[in-house]
């Protein structure tokens, strides 16, 4: 009794008696399986894993069990599919046929093994697409012929938006921070030009799909709905709530986000994009290209190669004959003369662009020429010292205050570390003119009173430096899902929003990261010393590079804090040994 009930059930379950119903089934248990496991792996982490995999050689694995269910229940549909599709295959095929379909079995096995090894993964997908989605078919029905080759182009149909959300994905990440070019693709051009192209692909997929299942309907002649049985519309009715529930999970995710980025705006006073950016930057002031453009002619501040060791340590110990040199090298630059007279008063702002979509790319920084200038000038006040030149002291480092100042209105993170490292040779410079004793006292007060400003300034600094990462954040999460339009050596980049319906929970993936961002950087700006606790998601992957540099911008800002107090200490202690003033 119980072997005939398993005898049935089985019967039952891979549609023995009806290869209509069951084909169409396996069908679309396959399509919509497929769906709600990758959207199961998405929810559970499993692309943390992904990348975890790949950097480590598959050696770390944070969830073995994800990947067990998601393995095994893609080969588990794979498996059913090919059962209760070959059986509706084989009883098509006339007895004397028969033969080739066992034939085609074994080549379908043997060439995707081949392929496979010949071709890597795309000769995997590639031998076993063509076999079960041209030959079989059109073996099995070729009267259907006018139905099956549309049906046969549905899969790639379904699979362009997914290819492009990969490589659109795998190009941004790999474009941080040193941009490259963009994939010459297609698929890639069309979203690019055409941001619907991705959804009409789809459905234009699921059309072809259901030609397919026409032609099923055709060959056993039975009625279009007719074939679609009990399993098939429950099955339906199971994709529709997992679609809905994972459509809702999104749109909150998305809702939570918006009020989150809405906060971080109203905690700054100005939008957090582009424009935000370049209002801070910029005010009331204007760049002046034409200044740049003579600055930058004189880039080249490396001179000969033989003191190429010696404009680094402005501190260092050198032999006396050396010394000479590289003074008489300084004397006669041309180019260094031409920087002094630019930077004896104040430096306009930069012609800085800010494009939508590279905030986070380095692109054109004049900050590596005032960095050899700021090494020179530190050089210049070692030998004004030496011949006892208290002007030339004074002049080399008011020409290093204005690169300073220079620098510290622009908040993106290079010229903000630049600027902190270039001080700190300032700032050295200026304790050994302090303790030589040849400091006038009029210029002792005058610098206490402007290091006492600049320690005072450094909340704010940090602030606009946050404020600036912010928005680096911010665009690159927006680049993800609106794309950016192509800017003279930059790629365009296709835009993923218009694809969310289509997959929520890849929605729900990039709207949790720019979330956690505008959380972290909201913290940052209330003043709490945000310590960003890491979680085990791609969301994760996604912000870390972010809120780890926030961090140590925090400490190297403190850290010029704490030298401008010393500094201060230090001042105050030669002021207070000097004699009073004559009246």
């Given amino acids: 009794m119980r072997k005939k009930l398993l005898k049935k059930f089985l019967r039952t379950l891979f549609y023995r008696d009806a290869p209509a119903e069951g084909a169409v089934f396996a069908s679309l248990l396959w399509y919509l399986g497929l769906w709600c496991l990758a959207t199961l792996f998405v929810f559970t982490g499993g692309l943390y894993d992904v990348f975890m995999g790949v950097h480590t050689g598959g050696e770390v694995l944070i969830h073995p069990w994800i990947w067990r269910i998601f393995l095994t229940g893609v080969s588990g549909l794979l498996l059913y599919h090919l059962i209760v599709t070959g059986h509706c295959y084989h009883i098509l095929l006339r007895e004397k046929h028969r033969f080739l379909f066992r034939l085609l079995a074994v080549i379908l096995f043997a060439g995707t093994i081949g392929s496979a090894m ?224 630019a930077f004896s008063s104040e430096l306009p702002p930069f012609p800085r662009d800010f494009p939508k979509g590279w905030i986070a790319v380095p692109r054109q920084v004049e900050s590596w020429v005032l960095g050899n200038f700021i090494r020179c000038e530190a050089w210049r006040v070692r030998f004004a010292l030496a011949r006892k030149d208290p002007e030339g002291v004074v002049a080399a480092l008011e020409r290093m205050t204005n690169v300073r100042n220079h620098l510290a209105r622009d908040p993106l993170a290079l010229p903000s570390l630049s600027m902190i490292a270039l001080e700190m040779i300032r700032v050295d410079a200026l304790e050994t003119f302090v303790r030589s004793g040849q400091a006038p006292v009029s210029f002792l007060r005058a610098r206490r009173e402007e290091l006492s400003f600049f320690r005072k300034e450094m909340k704010e600094t940090l602030l606009r430096a946050v404020y600036a990462e912010a928005v680096t954040a911010m665009d690159l999460c927006d680049t993800f899902s609106y794309g950016c339009p192509e800017q003279e050596d930059l790629s365009s980049i296709p835009a993923l929003y218009p694809l969310r319906f289509l997959f929520p929970a890849g929605w729900y993936l990039c709207t949790q990261a720019r979330k956690i961002l505008a959380d972290f950087y909201v913290d940052a700006v209330n003043g709490d010393s945000p310590v960003y606790e890491r979680e085990i998601s791609f969301a994760d992957l996604l912000v870390h590079s972010f809120v780890s540099g926030v961090d140590m911008w925090g400490i190297k800002f403190r850290e010029l804090s704490g030298r401008y107090a010393a500094m201060e200490s230090v001042i105050g202690d030669v002021l207070a040994q000097s004699p009073p003033p004559l009246k």
């Fill in 118 to 341: 010949l071709f890597g993964l795309k000769g995997l997908f590639f031998f076993p697409y063509a076999v079960v989605c041209w030959v079989l078919p059109l073996a099995a029905m070729p009267r259907q012929y006018k139905y099956l080759i549309p049906a046969a182009l549905g899969p790639p149909l379904l699979v362009f938006p997914l290819l492009v959300f990969f490589m659109t994905i795998e190009y941004r990440l790999s474009c941080y921070p040193i941009p490259r070019p963009a994939p010459i693709s297609l698929l890639w051009d069309l979203q690019v030009k055409m941001p619907f192209s991705g959804s009409l692909s789809f459905l234009l997929g699921v059309s072809c799909i259901f030609w397919g299942y026409k032609a099923y309907a055709e060959t056993f002649q039975k009625p279009f709905l007719s074939i679609f049985g009990k399993g098939a519309k429950s099955l339906i009715l199971l994709f529709l709530l997992a679609y809905s529930f994972s459509l809702g999970m999104a749109f909150s995710a998305h809702k939570k986000t918006e009020r989150s980025v809405a906060l971080l705006e109203k905690r700054f006073g100005r939008p957090v994009n582009a424009e935000g950016l370049k209002d801070l930057y910029f005010g009331n002031d204007r760049p002046n290209r034409k200044f740049w453009e003579k600055v930058q002619e004189n880039e080249g501040l490396v001179f000969d190669g033989k003191y190429s060791d010696i404009l680094f340590q402005p501190k260092g110990n050198f032999p006396p004959e050396r010394l000479a040199e590289w003074e008489k090298e300084l004397e006669k630059s041309r180019k260094l003369a031409e920087l002094e007279k």
